[in-house]
């Protein structure tokens, strides 16, 4: 094999079995072509040790494959920090870079043509569904899309990576039962996402099945700790009966704002109500006393998405995966009787 510095673009076409006009336009991430061509032309720049003219220091290019796209409404909140960590650690360990990419309000400024621009070998979509215009326009670029927790199902099926929401508020019920809970308040999202739509049916059938005589209020907050204090404020009032109260809260901020509820009604955690929230971000074993809350595995499944990405960028068929993690219930001292451990 001649060494990199004199590996030519005609050596990689004759490699990869394409044109040398089709090789250029694969280096160089312009034009349209399929997912296939564009991954085998990357990979044969990458075997031979191709360098394009001109570049001398720094990191080889080496084409496109080295890039995925982490496309998110915002990167300021916990939930979305995990799924960034996620993310990089795993494409830095595969090889790859990891571009941040928000979505925009202005169709001027899509998302799909910033990554197409750069030519990036895959993109991850967290908690978006992309549009049917935008899932034709990553197809026509042969760039993959891999869809992290939607919240809800796109018009065209793509491999995605979920957890298991419902069987994780079945969970929240069964454990508040078990500790003692007889009364109960569900504070679910909105709008109604369809991971929160099933944590919210999940714990409601629970608590039919293993208790189906207790009272049970349903609100909803819009996903904020601000908006989930005045929800369970009111779903306090509200609730009748007699006995220990259970609070199951759809997320671990929204489970914030309900301690503050509590607080203000002159009751406590865990001796007069006991809380669960969801998702395990790193605030929860802060709060006072530690949430216990269900766990979804953040960063594993963002490095799942990852790795579908890279599996694409390599030429392998991957529209019709479909990852399910499953979740876990943490216990901390929210659903605890006493507050040591």
């Known amino acids: 094999m001649p060494p990199a510095d004199h590996v030519t673009l005609t050596a990689v076409a004759e490699r990869a079995g394409v044109s040398i006009?089709?090789?250029?336009?694969?280096?160089?991430?312009?034009?349209?072509?399929?997912?296939e061509t564009r991954a085998r032309v990357l990979r044969s720049a990458t075997e031979l040790g191709y360098r394009p003219a001109g570049q001398v220091r720094g990191r080889p290019r080496r084409g496109t494959s080295l890039m995925f796209d982490l496309v998110l409404g915002h990167f300021h909140d916990p939930y979305t920090e995990e799924i960034t960590a996620g993310a990089r650690t795993t494409a830095s360990q595969l090889g790859f870079d990891l571009v941040l990419t928000a979505e925009r309000e202005d169709p001027a400024e899509d998302w799909p043509a910033r990554i197409r621009s750069r030519g990036s070998a895959g993109v991850i979509v967290g908690l978006i569904v992309p549009t049917s215009t935008q899932i034709a326009a990553m197809r026509r670029a042969g760039i993959p899309l891999v869809l992290m927790e939607p919240p809800s199902e796109a018009s065209r099926p793509l491999p995605s990576v979920r957890t298991t929401d419902r069987a994780g508020g079945e969970a929240a019920a069964e454990h508040l039962v078990e500790r003692g809970a007889r009364r109960f308040?569900?504070?679910?999202?909105?709008?109604?996402?369809?991971?929160?739509?099933?944590?919210?049916?999940?714990?409601?059938?629970?608590?039919?099945?293993?208790?189906?005589?207790?009272?049970?209020?349903?609100?909803?907050?819009?996903?904020?700790?601000?908006?989930?204090?005045?929800?369970?404020?009111?779903?306090?009032?509200?609730?009748?009966?007699?006995?220990?109260?259970?609070?199951?809260?759809?997320?671990?901020?929204?489970?914030?704002?309900?301690?503050?509820?509590?607080?203000?009604?002159?009751?406590?955690?865990p001796r007069d109500v006991l809380v669960i929230g969801f998702d395990d971000v790193r605030g929860a074993r802060w709060l006072h006393p530690p949430l216990t809350t269900i766990r979804q595995p953040i960063r594993e499944m963002a490095a799942a998405a990852v790795h579908i990405l890279a599996r694409a960028a390599a030429g392998e068929s991957v529209e019709t995966e479909a990852v399910v993690m499953p979740t876990e219930l943490v216990e901390r001292g929210s659903t605890r009787l006493t507050l040591s451990g």
């Open 21 to 35: 006009a089709t090789a250029s336009r694969a280096l160089r991430a312009r034009g349209e072509m399929a997912a």
């Open 185 to 269: 308040i569900v504070i679910g999202g909105a709008p109604s996402y369809r991971y929160g739509r099933a944590r919210v049916e999940g714990f409601a059938s629970a608590l039919q099945k293993i208790a189906p005589d207790a009272e049970f209020v349903r609100t909803s907050a819009d996903w904020s700790a601000w908006d989930a204090r005045r929800a369970c404020a009111r779903a306090l009032s509200e609730l009748g009966g007699e006995g220990p109260v259970g609070v199951f809260a759809c997320s671990d901020e929204m489970a914030a704002g309900a301690y503050r509820a509590i607080s203000d009604s002159g009751r406590s955690i």
